[in-house]
Antibody, heavy 116, light 107 residues
Framework: QVQLQQWGAGLLKPSETLSLTCAVY????????CTWIRQPPGKGLEWIGE???????NYNPSLKRRVTISIDTSKNQFSLKLRSVTAADTAVYYC??????????WGQGTLVTVSS | DIQMTQSPASLSASVGDRVTISCRAS??????LAWFQQKPGKAPKSLIY???SLQSGVPSKFSGSGSGTDFTLTISSLQPEDFATYYC?????????FGPGTKVDIK
């Protein structure tokens, strides 16, 4: 049974860097896409970006200047960094994994609040 | 970016009803479309990929169809656990984009 467990700081000040990590249990990265998606409170889903087991990444152009997704295949983990956050980055952040670029398993979500 | 629209935005239905949700892409996306179910306060759950393929463990009352720009999610017989918001997502072209969601609630 594949499970994704994510963690990271939930309260940030403007201009700080958001940092989240997602561990995949019961599965591997080989051949899979590892994705980050966010959801502002009361709103819909926004695709942030993805990385594959080879370390090739793709990002949403709306965030590309500020985002980095990395992978550590030795730990079955992948991470998200979003620099220079503002209140507009307040959202629940989800990690997900999929054979297709579309996810099949999701993490539990982490609410990240940006407030001074 | 490819724009995804869903209709209706919300619907009220009864247990046992057959429910159909539509998703339209602003340009052709072949069959690179997924459907997700989300309940309040929970992570989305993956239902369908490649427009019509069921994710592992998803009951067969869910089905998907379509190709190109028009897609449909059907729930054959609505059960209490199916009341949720449903999202479509295209993964044909970067950046991948989601529809705004369709909320299914109890009539």
């Amino acid at each position: 049974q594949v499970q994704l467990q994510q963690w990271g700081a939930g309260l940030l000040k403007p201009s700080e860097t958001l940092s989240l990590t997602c561990a995949v249990y019961g599965g591997s990265f080989s051949g899979y896409y590892c994705t980050w998606i966010r959801q502002p409170p009361g709103k819909g889903l926004e695709w942030i970006g993805e990385i594959n087991h080879s370390g090739n990444s793709n990002y949403n152009p709306s965030l590309k200047r500020r985002v980095t997704i990395s992978i550590d295949t030795s730990k079955n983990q992948f991470s998200l960094k979003l620099r220079s956050v503002t209140a507009a980055d307040t959202a629940v952040y989800y990690c997900a994994r999929g054979v297709d670029p579309a996810p099949d398993y999701w993490g539990q979500g982490t609410l990240v609040t940006v407030s001074s | 970016d490819i724009q995804m629209t869903q209709s209706p935005a919300s619907l009220s239905a009864s247990v046992g009803d057959r429910v159909t949700i539509s998703c339209r892409a602003s340009q052709g996306i072949s069959n690179n479309l997924a459907w997700f179910q989300q309940k309040p306060g929970k992570a989305p759950k993956s239902l369908i990929y490649a427009a019509s393929s069921l994710q592992s463990g998803v009951p067969s009352k869910f089905s998907g169809s379509g190709s190109g720009t028009d897609f449909t999610l059907t729930i054959s017989s609505l059960q209490p656990e199916d009341f949720a918001t449903y999202y479509c997502q295209q993964y044909n072209s970067y950046p991948f984009t989601f529809g705004p969601g369709t909320k299914v609630d109890i009539k």
